[in-house]
Structure formats: C-alpha cells, structure tokens
C-alpha cells in the first residue's frame, strides 16, 4: 500500500521543473546562466530548439534530451538530468547526442557543415574522479584532438550539493551555488542560495511558481507513485524469493532427516514397505 506524503518541494532536479525553468522562450535568462556557469560563454543569441517538448503529456518519452539549444554561431548544446547514473544511461546520452548530430545534416548538406554539439550532464549519481569532467574524442597514445565537433561534459551535482550543505553560503562561489541549486531538497536551503543573485532569485521564483503548477505536481506525483509501485514490487518480490527459501530449506531438511532414519532402519534389517511407510520415502528410493 502506497502511503500519503506531505507536499514535498520539487527540485530542479525533477526533469520537467528544469524544462519549465530553462526551456521558456519568453526568458531566456536562466538558460543563458547556465551557459555562463557551465562553459564560460555569454552568447548573445540563444534559441531554444525543443520547447515544444515542454506541454507535451509528462509521460510522452519520446524526446531526445530533455533541453537542446543553439547559440547564433550554429554551436548546439543539450542539457541531459541524469538521476540515475549507469552504463545503460551513459549509452542512452551518447545515443541521444549521435541523434541529433545526424539530424543536423539536410540534403545537399556538407559534411563540414555539420555543427559542434555540446551535451552537459547534470549527473546526481555515478562515478566521477572530478566534479566536471569534459570529454573529447582524442588519441589515447598522444592526447591529439580529433576532433572539436563533439563534447561532453558530466557534472557531479551531489559533489555541489553536499559543498552547500557543509560551507556557509557567503563562502560559496556562484557555481557551486548555481549547481547546487539543482539539489537541494527545501525550499528555504534553495531561497538562501539565490539570495542577492537577481537572476538565481528570478529562477528560484519561478521553481516556487511551479511548486504550485498543477502540471508539474501532477507530473511529479505520477513519477513518485510509478517509483513507489515499483519499490513496493521489489521488496515483495525479495520477501516471497526469501519465504520460498525457507520453505524449500524446511522441507529439504525433512527429507535429509528421513532419508538418514531409512538408512539406520535399513541396517538394522526393517521390511521396505516398513520403512516407506514411516519416512514417506518411495520404496524405490530406499
């Protein structure tokens, strides 16, 4: 049975929070922060490629990255929230990326027409020798790029996140902050980081905003719930599999103890049929 919750706060760490966030055509701000923090460019012009994405219906996956913009020099960058860090997802966002690099081509297109694509992976579980970590396609013997069409850049959220919790916030840097903001799980700990930070007070205004968004509670209540059903199915699954152990353990060791009494009935020279009828024992096993 699924238990009532109090109202939680949803994070930036919810993929459509981020899409509403980053992904509004009407302001442009947010997503342009990112960029700012992220890959250290102020680009002048950013279009945002898939916001058609954003009123679909929540549990529609049938996108490729859950933000992808381009900045005026054609440069395309996706924006991946990765919750759950393993090698099926890491394959799934190298897929993803080869998508939309093939999609780039149109007929009669060159292929030194193709543009650079950038993917930043927001990452709140896996691996990571480094808080950001940019990858290339290079030569493993002598570090030579191939090439500067593709990037990709994982990002360690939980890194940032436990540096907010563990520092006072006037000692944290506006990156820290800014990623850390992708994780905190109380509304008071993300209106503390955004403070005196006009464009981290607008984008904290705008996750308070669509706290109260029936869409976005409604999309992430069907999430919890869908999680829920399947941990609620997990630990059954686990208790019968432990139940059947037992049961089979049990009548296992009443089969090894018959089998032991039939053979001390045997040697003291008792009828067959005796014997079967006492241990349960076929007469063709004693």
Known sequence: MIEAREKPFISLKFDLMFKKVFGDNKDKKPIKRLLKEILNITPKEVTILNSEIINRPYQDKRVYVDLMVELEDKTKIGVEINTDVNQDIINRNLYYLCKNIGAD?????????????????????????????????????????LTDMIEVIKIDVAYYIKMCYNNDTEDLDSLTKFIGLFGVSSKEDARELCEGDKIMEDIYNKMEEYNEDKEVIGAYDYEWHQKEL?????????????????????????????????????????????????????????
């Open 230 to 286: 399947a941990r609620i199915r997990s630990e059954r699954a686990i208790k019968e599999s432990f139940e059947q152990g037992i049961e089979q353990g049990i009548e296992q060791g009443i089969e090894q103890t018959n089998i032991e009494v039939a053979k001390k009935m045997i040697k003291e020279g008792i009828d067959k049929k005796i014997i079967a009828k006492i241990t349960g024992l076929t007469v063709d096993q004693i």
């Open 105 to 145: 081509l149109k007929p009669k297109q060159h292929y030194n027409e193709l543009a650079k694509h950038i993917q930043i992976n927001f990452d709140y579980e896996g691996k990571h020798s480094k808080p950001i970590m940019n990858y290339k396609l290079i030569n493993m013997d002598t570090s030579e790029i």
